[in-house]
């Protein structure tokens, strides 16, 4: 491994624990406050797993705060006459007699987890975010967007009338579109500025999980105009006449709008001559060139004229006001949880992929690179990790805290706790699902990897 790669390990491996740190001491911390709230009595307070390496006992019923050993996940906690004597003066403060009370406790982590989602979101709203405009770059036919007639240089004005300013953007409203309908309607802008509506499938997209590139979906930049900037010393351009400055109209029958059009031309017709028509000082000039073979495309050595300010032109930024920063932070952490939900049934309905689960490696990799970026993306990131564990938390798999919240809602119904044997092999098949959803995360982490 090169010093470079080290580094790129270490600091995304300190990103990680800095966002799973913080991830756990909220999501337990919820756990924790509403049980103070209701009278339980917390032993442990824990930010990670195993021996500790750091305790304190404070308060007035000297809860322990830990660091464990294994800075993987976390734990409260509770008084539990199941799992100790409990002196008769403090029974009423056991957990596990605290009835359909126990609800608020264990849903309290999960909800935990979506507030830090709309803070991180609110904050990364206020400070301001910037992506790169959802600018086409080359459209291969045989994709789903080439069949629907998308086309280079085509900029994704919206997606069902919601504005996309960023490629994020496009891909979040794709998905979110897709889940509920089986057509989506895209608006565009082309070069010329008119606009153009397509339809994509909303079974394709739902198919790739948000996945563009499997869609079609390349990113590309503005268009830029013909003109000559450099013309090569001693190559073919230069020895037929071409100058610096000079505009491209014309060549092989094909108006030439675009530089691209024109970097296509040549690159098909190496070992063949051109006849290109070019506008130098008002005036139009026939030149005959023969594209060199260079790799395996023409080349004929000119570069073409950038504007200045054209880099900062493919970026949108925007930022929104205190209060409506709020609104919207609040709106997208809805919006994405509901899309989770969506997605995680059609994952187990089979009608979408599962090779977009990410595990613990992918996760380390794009904390290091969004902390590496700056502020506003690492809250981003920081969002969508808890807003994701606050809702998968909620889903109703025994070990869960949703499983938990079943158990609890049964046992209030049939007014008796459950029996120890159901109680058993729930948590053992909740293990087994649990099992099977990290094996298959981890697989897809080496896959990416390898």
Same mark, same amino acid.
């Given at each position: 491994m090169t010093f470079s790669a080290l580094e790129s390990f270490g600091s995304s491996l300190v990103a990680f624990l800095v966002t799973l740190g913080i991830l756990v001491i909220v999501h337990e911390f919820g756990h924790f406050w509403v049980a103070k709230k209701l009278g339980i009595k917390v032993l442990r307070f824990s930010v990670g797993f195993g021996k500790p390496i750091w305790s304190r006992k404070a308060g007035v019923d000297q809860t322990e705060y830990a660091l464990g050993f294994i800075p993987l996940g976390g734990y409260v906690s509770f008084l539990d006459d199941r799992e100790g004597s409990v002196e008769p003066s403090e029974a009423h403060r056991a957990f596990n007699r605290q009835g359909i009370w126990r609800i608020p406790v264990v849903l309290a982590g999960p909800f935990a987890n979506l507030l830090l989602a709309v803070l991180a979101y609110w904050l990364m709203f206020l400070i301001g975010i910037s992506g790169l405009r959802p600018i086409l770059g080359t459209v291969d036919p045989a994709? @789903?967007?080439?069949?629907?007639?998308?086309?280079?240089?085509?900029? /994704?004005?919206?997606?069902?009338?919601? @504005?996309?300013p960023t490629w994020d953007a496009v891909s979040f409203a794709l998905l979110r579109e897709a889940v509920d309908q089986e057509i989506v309607r895209v608006e565009t802008v082309d070069p010329k500025g008119e606009h153009h509506h397509r339809v994509l499938s909303g079974q394709v997209i739902t198919q790739s999980e948000g996945n563009l590139h499997q869609t079609g979906f390349r990113p590309g930049s503005p268009l830029l105009e013909p003109i000559l900037e450099v013309v090569e010393a001693g190559g073919p351009a230069a020895k037929a006449g071409f100058v610096l400055? $000079?505009? /491209?109209?014309?060549?092989e029958g094909l108006a030439i709008d675009f530089w691209n059009q024109w970097v296509e031309v040549v690159r098909s017709h190496p070992g063949q001559t051109l006849h290109v028509e070019i506008e130098r000082a008002g005036e139009r000039k026939i030149l005959s060139v023969t594209p060199i073979l260079k790799g395996d495309s023409g080349y004929v050595g000119v570069s073409v004229k950038v504007p200045n300010g054209y880099r900062d032109s493919m970026r949108a930024e925007f930022r929104y006001p205190f209060w409506e920063a709020l609104g919207v932070a609040s709106t997208k952490v809805w919006d994405m949880s509901v899309l989770t939900l969506k997605m995680l049934l059609k994952v187990a309905e089979g009608q979408a992929s599962?090779? $977009? /689960?990410?595990?613990?490696?992918? /996760?380390a990799q794009f904390a290091g690179k969004a902390a590496s970026i700056g502020l506003a993306p690492f809250l981003a990131f920081l969002g969508l990790i808890s807003l994701n564990l606050g809702v998968i938390n909620l889903l109703p798999i025994p070990v869960l805290d949703g499983g938990h919240v079943v158990h609890y809602l049964v046992e209030a119904i049939l007014g008796k706790p459950l029996p120890n044997k159901v109680v058993f092999w729930g948590q053992k098949i909740g293990e087994v699902i649990l099992f099977g959803m990290m094996y298959l995360a981890l697989f897809n982490d080496f896959q990416r990897l390898f």
């Open positions: 994709t @789903p967007v080439g069949r629907a007639g998308f086309s280079e240089g085509e900029e /994704i004005f919206s997606v069902e009338e919601v @504005p996309t400055g $000079d505009r /491209i109209l014309r060549s599962m090779g $977009d /689960i990410s595990g613990p490696i992918s /996760i």
